[in-house]
């Protein structure tokens, strides 16, 4: 069986307030590109993020996952169900936005400083990962951001106006955790703007994307990870 083309490890990451966090850095095969945020959902920096960081490094990005979490519990990886999901909840609701979103400044800044970032950086979250993916589009200094199923979006459309740079929407059609309703509230916030684009998956549940989960919808996450990379290159 041949090696990954795909290079990983754990980096050092400077936070803003003198202390340091850990990131999981995935390099491309021709060991340059552009960079992206990859922001985890609420059950850390585990095996399906790590492989969602080495899928986009094959597709030519260097990646950078940082620990979300690392202030409350440093290195924590969660599965889906029973008691793992019952600490993801409360990790998720005792952690700080904004303290978040400063994390994720730090994280772009030590991204944009490798020798092999060579372009723009773009966030990309997941749920969790998707609220902090739209909050760094406006305050943590990417340049663009895709935004998968992020659950309690509508809570944070009143920063709309802050917003600059493009971002991409992606949505679960049969969600339990984000109803219509509130995929109507963001069509509505951002329906001047021709650079933020909205998708919505019939048929698909929350997690889409996540093969370890019982949700996975193989279309919905093929789909949505091409049109990811189109819009990665500017062109969507």
């Not at 659950?151 to 009143?158: E, Q, S, V």
């Not at 703007?193 to 019939?202: A, L, S």
Request: aromatic share 10%; hydrophobic share 40%; glycine share 10%.
């Amino acid at each position: 069986m041949s090696a990954s083309p795909v290079t990983t490890q754990w980096i050092d990451i400077p936070s803003h307030d003198g202390q340091s966090f850990m990131g999981y850095l995935a390099l491309p095969p021709a060991g340059q590109g552009p960079g992206i945020v990859l922001i985890q959902e609420i059950f850390g920096v585990n095996a399906h993020i790590r492989s969602v960081a080495e899928q986009y490094a094959q597709d030519g990005y260097v990646v950078l996952a940082p620990d979300v979490f690392w202030r409350q519990e440093p290195g924590v990886e969660l599965a889906y169900e029973g008691a793992d999901m019952d600490k993801a909840f409360k990790l998720v609701g005792d952690i700080d936005f904004t303290v978040a979103v400063k994390d994720l400044a730090s994280t772009t800044q030590a991204l944009r400083q490798r020798a092999e970032c060579d372009g723009q950086v773009t966030a990309i979250g997941y749920c969790m990962g998707g609220i902090l993916a739209y909050l760094a589009a406006i305050e943590s200094g990417v340049d663009r951001a895709a935004s998968f199923y992020p659950g309690g979006i509508h809570k944070h459309l009143d920063k709309a106006s802050r917003l600059d740079v493009p971002v991409q929407f992606h949505f679960a059609g049969n969600d339990g955790h984000i109803p219509a309703e509130t995929v109507d509230q963001v069509r509505t916030t951002f329906a001047d703007r021709d650079d933020v684009t909205i998708h919505v998956y019939e048929g698909a549940d929350h997690g889409f994307n996540c093969w370890a989960r019982g949700a996975y919808h193989r279309h919905a996450a093929a789909l949505s990870h091409g049109r990811a990379l189109v819009f990665l290159e500017g062109r969507d």
